[in-house]
T-cell receptor, first 111, second 116 residues
Protein backbone atom coordinates (compact mmCIF):
# COMPACT_ATOMS: atom_id res chain seq x y z
CA UNK A 1 0.00 0.00 0.00
CA UNK A 2 1.33 3.40 -0.95
CA UNK A 3 1.93 5.94 1.79
CA UNK A 4 -0.07 8.62 -0.03
CA UNK A 5 -2.61 8.09 -2.78
CA UNK A 6 -4.24 10.54 -5.13
CA UNK A 7 -6.42 10.14 -8.18
CA UNK A 8 -4.19 10.97 -11.11
CA UNK A 9 -7.06 12.54 -13.03
CA UNK A 10 -7.17 14.38 -15.27
CA UNK A 11 -9.81 16.44 -13.53
CA UNK A 12 -11.56 19.05 -15.66
CA UNK A 13 -13.77 21.81 -14.29
CA UNK A 14 -15.27 24.88 -15.96
CA UNK A 15 -13.99 28.30 -15.04
CA UNK A 16 -15.68 29.60 -11.90
CA UNK A 17 -16.53 26.16 -10.55
CA UNK A 18 -15.19 24.46 -7.43
CA UNK A 19 -12.39 21.96 -7.97
CA UNK A 20 -12.09 19.21 -5.37
CA UNK A 21 -8.84 17.29 -5.01
CA UNK A 22 -8.53 14.32 -2.72
CA UNK A 23 -5.73 12.47 -0.97
CA UNK A 24 -5.62 9.49 1.39
CA UNK A 25 -2.70 8.36 3.53
CA UNK A 26 -1.87 5.08 5.20
CA UNK A 27 0.03 6.01 8.38
CA UNK A 28 -2.26 6.99 11.27
CA UNK A 29 0.74 8.63 12.94
CA UNK A 30 0.91 11.31 10.25
CA UNK A 31 0.65 14.79 11.70
CA UNK A 32 1.50 17.32 8.98
CA UNK A 33 -0.18 17.62 5.60
CA UNK A 34 0.77 19.77 2.66
CA UNK A 35 -0.60 20.71 -0.75
CA UNK A 36 1.72 21.75 -3.56
CA UNK A 37 0.95 23.05 -7.03
CA UNK A 38 3.25 22.18 -9.90
CA UNK A 39 3.01 23.76 -13.33
CA UNK A 40 4.38 21.76 -16.24
CA UNK A 41 8.17 21.98 -16.31
CA UNK A 42 8.33 23.86 -13.02
CA UNK A 43 9.07 22.96 -9.42
CA UNK A 44 6.42 22.28 -6.78
CA UNK A 45 5.28 25.34 -4.87
CA UNK A 46 3.54 25.23 -1.50
CA UNK A 47 -0.12 26.21 -1.48
CA UNK A 48 -1.23 25.25 2.01
CA UNK A 49 -0.46 23.12 5.02
CA UNK A 50 -2.84 21.78 7.64
CA UNK A 51 -2.18 20.09 10.96
CA UNK A 52 -5.56 19.92 12.73
CA UNK A 53 -8.84 18.23 11.88
CA UNK A 54 -11.29 20.47 10.10
CA UNK A 55 -11.00 23.17 7.50
CA UNK A 56 -8.33 25.76 6.85
CA UNK A 57 -9.03 28.55 4.39
CA UNK A 58 -6.60 30.76 2.50
CA UNK A 59 -8.16 32.92 -0.17
CA UNK A 60 -9.78 30.69 -2.79
CA UNK A 61 -8.18 27.57 -1.29
CA UNK A 62 -9.56 25.41 1.52
CA UNK A 63 -7.75 22.41 2.93
CA UNK A 64 -9.80 19.83 4.80
CA UNK A 65 -8.38 17.18 7.12
CA UNK A 66 -10.11 14.15 8.59
CA UNK A 67 -7.61 12.10 10.55
CA UNK A 68 -10.16 9.43 11.51
CA UNK A 69 -10.73 8.70 7.82
CA UNK A 70 -7.09 9.40 6.92
CA UNK A 71 -8.24 11.80 4.28
CA UNK A 72 -7.14 15.27 3.25
CA UNK A 73 -8.62 17.36 0.49
CA UNK A 74 -8.10 20.66 -1.28
CA UNK A 75 -10.97 22.77 -2.57
CA UNK A 76 -10.35 25.53 -5.09
CA UNK A 77 -13.25 27.97 -5.34
CA UNK A 78 -13.89 30.16 -8.39
CA UNK A 79 -11.41 28.09 -10.41
CA UNK A 80 -9.37 30.01 -12.96
CA UNK A 81 -7.50 28.78 -16.03
CA UNK A 82 -4.29 29.75 -14.21
CA UNK A 83 -5.13 27.03 -11.65
CA UNK A 84 -4.51 24.40 -14.33
CA UNK A 85 -1.61 22.39 -12.94
CA UNK A 86 -0.75 19.19 -11.12
CA UNK A 87 -1.53 19.21 -7.40
CA UNK A 88 0.64 17.16 -5.08
CA UNK A 89 -0.36 15.97 -1.63
CA UNK A 90 2.45 15.40 0.88
CA UNK A 91 2.37 13.86 4.33
CA UNK A 92 4.85 13.89 7.19
CA UNK A 93 4.95 11.74 10.31
CA UNK A 94 5.09 14.19 13.17
CA UNK A 95 8.57 15.64 13.43
CA UNK A 96 10.11 12.93 11.26
CA UNK A 97 12.41 13.99 8.48
CA UNK A 98 10.79 12.13 5.62
CA UNK A 99 7.93 13.48 3.55
CA UNK A 100 5.79 11.21 1.41
CA UNK A 101 4.23 12.48 -1.79
CA UNK A 102 1.30 11.31 -3.85
CA UNK A 103 1.72 11.04 -7.60
CA UNK A 104 -0.39 14.14 -8.12
CA UNK A 105 -3.74 15.05 -9.67
CA UNK A 106 -3.78 16.91 -12.96
CA UNK A 107 -6.35 19.72 -13.00
CA UNK A 108 -7.56 21.54 -16.09
CA UNK A 109 -9.81 24.59 -15.77
CA UNK A 110 -11.74 25.15 -18.98
CA UNK A 111 -12.42 28.80 -19.90
CA UNK B 1 10.85 31.60 -1.66
CA UNK B 2 13.58 29.78 0.26
CA UNK B 3 16.52 30.92 -1.89
CA UNK B 4 17.41 27.54 -3.35
CA UNK B 5 19.59 27.36 -6.44
CA UNK B 6 20.26 24.18 -8.34
CA UNK B 7 23.00 23.74 -10.91
CA UNK B 8 23.18 22.82 -13.65
CA UNK B 9 19.60 23.30 -14.84
CA UNK B 10 20.06 20.84 -17.69
CA UNK B 11 22.63 18.13 -18.19
CA UNK B 12 23.16 15.49 -20.86
CA UNK B 13 25.71 12.83 -20.08
CA UNK B 14 26.74 9.40 -21.28
CA UNK B 15 26.21 6.11 -19.52
CA UNK B 16 29.03 5.29 -17.15
CA UNK B 17 30.19 8.85 -16.51
CA UNK B 18 30.09 10.47 -13.07
CA UNK B 19 27.74 13.39 -12.56
CA UNK B 20 27.41 15.84 -9.68
CA UNK B 21 24.41 18.05 -9.09
CA UNK B 22 24.64 20.99 -6.76
CA UNK B 23 22.10 22.59 -4.45
CA UNK B 24 22.82 25.87 -2.73
CA UNK B 25 20.55 27.55 -0.19
CA UNK B 26 20.71 30.93 1.48
CA UNK B 27 18.17 30.36 4.27
CA UNK B 28 20.48 28.56 6.70
CA UNK B 29 18.01 25.67 6.84
CA UNK B 30 19.28 22.62 8.63
CA UNK B 31 17.45 20.04 6.53
CA UNK B 32 18.11 19.49 2.82
CA UNK B 33 16.71 16.87 0.49
CA UNK B 34 17.23 15.40 -2.96
CA UNK B 35 14.21 14.04 -4.83
CA UNK B 36 13.74 12.65 -8.29
CA UNK B 37 10.50 12.99 -10.20
CA UNK B 38 9.40 10.56 -12.86
CA UNK B 39 6.05 10.12 -14.62
CA UNK B 40 3.83 7.71 -12.72
CA UNK B 41 6.08 7.73 -9.65
CA UNK B 42 5.80 11.23 -8.37
CA UNK B 43 8.50 12.63 -6.12
CA UNK B 44 10.76 10.02 -4.55
CA UNK B 45 13.34 10.73 -1.90
CA UNK B 46 16.94 9.87 -2.78
CA UNK B 47 18.90 11.18 0.21
CA UNK B 48 18.50 13.85 2.82
CA UNK B 49 20.70 15.72 5.24
CA UNK B 50 19.95 16.88 8.76
CA UNK B 51 23.17 18.80 9.26
CA UNK B 52 26.73 19.23 8.05
CA UNK B 53 28.16 15.79 7.35
CA UNK B 54 24.90 14.18 8.54
CA UNK B 55 23.01 12.37 5.82
CA UNK B 56 20.60 9.48 5.47
CA UNK B 57 19.16 7.37 2.67
CA UNK B 58 15.75 7.69 1.13
CA UNK B 59 13.67 5.14 -0.74
CA UNK B 60 15.67 5.25 -4.03
CA UNK B 61 19.26 5.77 -2.89
CA UNK B 62 20.99 3.01 -4.88
CA UNK B 63 23.48 4.47 -7.35
CA UNK B 64 23.55 7.86 -5.63
CA UNK B 65 25.76 9.43 -2.99
CA UNK B 66 25.58 12.80 -1.28
CA UNK B 67 27.82 15.13 0.62
CA UNK B 68 27.26 18.17 2.78
CA UNK B 69 30.39 19.96 3.89
CA UNK B 70 28.69 23.31 4.50
CA UNK B 71 25.21 24.22 5.69
CA UNK B 72 24.39 25.92 2.42
CA UNK B 73 25.53 23.24 -0.04
CA UNK B 74 24.22 19.73 -0.67
CA UNK B 75 25.75 17.73 -3.51
CA UNK B 76 24.23 14.72 -5.25
CA UNK B 77 26.61 12.43 -7.15
CA UNK B 78 25.82 9.71 -9.61
CA UNK B 79 29.02 7.66 -9.52
CA UNK B 80 28.37 5.93 -12.85
CA UNK B 81 25.27 7.25 -14.57
CA UNK B 82 22.76 4.83 -16.07
CA UNK B 83 19.81 5.46 -18.38
CA UNK B 84 17.43 4.65 -15.50
CA UNK B 85 18.73 7.78 -13.76
CA UNK B 86 17.35 10.01 -16.50
CA UNK B 87 14.97 12.16 -14.51
CA UNK B 88 14.21 15.58 -13.09
CA UNK B 89 16.02 16.14 -9.81
CA UNK B 90 14.74 18.53 -7.18
CA UNK B 91 16.50 19.84 -4.14
CA UNK B 92 14.40 20.96 -1.19
CA UNK B 93 15.02 22.50 2.19
CA UNK B 94 13.00 22.55 5.38
CA UNK B 95 12.88 25.13 8.10
CA UNK B 96 12.93 24.37 11.82
CA UNK B 97 10.39 22.02 13.35
CA UNK B 98 7.86 23.59 15.69
CA UNK B 99 6.69 21.15 18.34
CA UNK B 100 4.83 18.12 17.01
CA UNK B 101 4.27 19.60 13.57
CA UNK B 102 6.67 19.93 10.71
CA UNK B 103 7.60 22.83 8.50
CA UNK B 104 6.92 22.44 4.77
CA UNK B 105 9.52 21.69 2.14
CA UNK B 106 10.58 24.41 -0.28
CA UNK B 107 11.92 23.36 -3.65
CA UNK B 108 14.61 24.53 -6.02
CA UNK B 109 13.97 24.91 -9.74
CA UNK B 110 15.15 21.44 -10.62
CA UNK B 111 17.80 19.83 -12.81
CA UNK B 112 16.78 17.89 -15.89
CA UNK B 113 19.29 15.08 -16.37
CA UNK B 114 19.44 12.93 -19.48
CA UNK B 115 21.70 9.89 -19.57
CA UNK B 116 22.29 8.60 -23.10
Amino acid sequence: QKEVEQNSGPLSVPEGAIASLNCTYSDRGSQSFFWYRQYSGKSPELIMFIYSNGDKEDGRFTAQLNKASQYVSLLIRDSQPSDSATYLCAVNRGTGNQFYFGTGTSLTVIP
Amino acid sequence: DAGITQSPRHKVTETGTPVTLRCHQTENHRYMYWYRQDPGHGLRLIHYSYGVKDTDKGEVSDGYSVSRSKTEDFLLTLESATSSQTSVYFCATKGPTGGRYNSPLHFGNGTRLTVT
